[in-house]
């Protein structure tokens, strides 16, 4: 399942760039390692292909580091290859089931939480080994822009919708994108 809010679009050089390019978060909520090789190996993949979207890209693990990669082997590889603070932890883990599955509704508040926190732009909740494909960012900036003019269309006043444009949201919940 994903799921996305607010972000903005700038064309530059005829391409769906921003000027700035914006802060994506992606919010999970994986189980541990614990020396599982084949776990990491599939984290390994998914989670770079995730930091390849943006040069500003980051991930929420709603966990501490020592509870999901108690080795260090994922984490210190990922920063090796994209920089240090590229993965980011939370200090409290989510509340679970008997069974220690999280509640999803916890793991969207306090995502969100920890989002508005660190000023991300794009918020994506995403189980942790769905690899993002190529093309995958441009689709979320193409529903973003559709969704976005929508609004723009039903605004009254060209001033108001500048005004406010930054407190738009929309999202897109999928299988597949």
């Known amino acids: 399942m994903l799921l996305f809010l607010h972000f903005f679009i700038t064309?530059?050089?005829?391409?769906?760039?921003?000027?700035e390019d914006p802060f994506l978060l992606f919010?999970?909520?994986?189980?541990p390692l614990n020396n599982d090789i084949n776990r990491r190996d599939r984290y390994f993949?998914?989670?770079?292909?995730?930091?390849?979207?943006?040069?500003?890209?980051?991930?929420?693990?709603?966990?501490?580091?020592?509870?999901?990669?108690p080795n260090d082997l994922l984490i210190s590889s990922l920063e090796k290859i994209f920089g240090r603070g590229c993965i980011i932890f939370t200090s409290k883990t989510?509340?679970?089931d008997e069974e220690n599955i999280p509640f999803i509704d916890?793991?969207?508040?306090?995502g969100l939480d920890?989002?508005?926190?660190?000023?991300?732009?794009?918020?994506?909740?995403?189980?942790?080994?769905?690899?993002?494909?190529?093309?995958?960012?441009?689709?979320?900036?193409?529903l973003y822009d559709h969704f976005s003019n929508r609004n723009h269309e039903h605004q009254s006043s060209l001033m108001f919708w500048k005004?406010?444009?930054?407190?738009?949201?929309?999202s897109a919940i999928s299988r597949r994108c």
């Open 106 to 110: 916890e793991w969207f508040i306090n």
């Open 27 to 31: 919010c999970i909520c994986p189980y």
């Open 45 to 69: 993949v998914s989670f770079s292909s995730w930091l390849l979207t943006s040069p500003k890209t980051k991930i929420l693990i709603m966990m501490s580091p020592t509870e999901f990669d």
């Open 94 to 96: 989510i509340e679970s």
């Open 114 to 142: 920890y989002a508005m926190e660190a000023g991300a732009s794009l918020v994506c909740w995403i189980n942790a080994d769905i690899i993002t494909p190529k093309g995958w960012f441009p689709r979320i900036k193409f």
């Open 11 to 19: 064309v530059v050089n005829g391409l769906n760039y921003k000027k």
């Open 163 to 170: 005004r406010n444009r930054e407190h738009i949201q929309f």
